[in-house]
């Protein structure tokens, strides 16, 4: 697949980070630390173009003029369960992003997702969105989230997932184009059960201990 629209950080303790969440001998504990770090990275990287604007403040040498964010709101928007795994992290930079909850999961069989929870901020509609899941697979959950923001109201939207397949990343660009998306990697493909190959398995259980 040639024309996907997406951004690979490929910042090296990102990629350092990330041989070591793929590992199979990485434990729980390892892998929820690493994920959490790697959102925070990530996120470093993804809110470089965000708007600042002149300040002043007095140095215990003198007056200084400098920056500061001009009061961008953002929410941050877990796809759960294994969103979860990534919201800590951005909130060590973003403190005062506000945080909206998406319960999908992906039916075994059909891998269609199931929506089974959600709670927005209020303000939803002015908030640039930063949707985040580790795992982009068929893409269904994702356009699944994307349309549910957008009935609420949601129009500057992101997406931020550590490894995406190909597959996933077409049908996410061919619904909705105005999404910008961000990864650590784009694998080789999706396997006959929809998991990501190479990949790093089922998120949500490594990094919650299910299974
Ligand atoms: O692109 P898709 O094919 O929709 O697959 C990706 C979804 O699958 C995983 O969630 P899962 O359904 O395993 O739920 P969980 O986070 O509760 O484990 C993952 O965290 C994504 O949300
Ligand atoms: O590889 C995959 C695909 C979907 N969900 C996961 O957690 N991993
Ligand atoms: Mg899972």
Do not use: W
């Not at 961000?182 to 299974?211: C, M, Q, S």
């Amino acid at each position: 697949m040639t024309d996907l629209k997406i951004n690979v950080i490929n910042h090296p303790l990102i990629q350092h980070k990330l041989t070591f969440i793929r590992d199979i001998e990485t434990g729980t504990k390892e892998f929820r630390e690493l994920l959490e770090e790697i959102a925070m990275l990530m996120a470093y990287e993804i809110t470089r173009e965000l708007p600042l604007e002149d300040t002043e403040v007095t140095t215990p040498v003198g007056p200084c003029r400098c920056k500061r964010l001009s009061g961008k709101k953002i929410g941050v928007i877990p796809i759960l369960r294994a969103g979860l795994g990534m919201v800590n992290g951005v909130l060590k930079l973003i403190p005062a992003a506000k945080v909206g909850h998406v319960g999908l999961y992906r039916d075994p069989d059909t891998l269609t997702p199931v929506e089974y929870y959600c709670k927005l901020p209020t303000d939803v509609h002015e908030r640039e969105l930063v949707i985040i899941d580790p795992m982009l697979a068929t893409g269904g959950s994702v356009v699944a989230a994307i349309d549910l923001l957008k009935r609420n109201g949601g129009k500057n939207i992101k997406l931020m997932c550590l490894v995406v397949a190909p597959e996933g990343v077409k049908v996410v660009n061919d619904a909705h184009p105005d999404v910008e998306i961000y990864t650590a990697a784009v694998d080789e493909r999706l396997n006959d059960h929809g998991y990501i190959v190479p990949g790093l398995g089922d998120a949500g259980d490594r990094i919650f201990g299910t299974k």
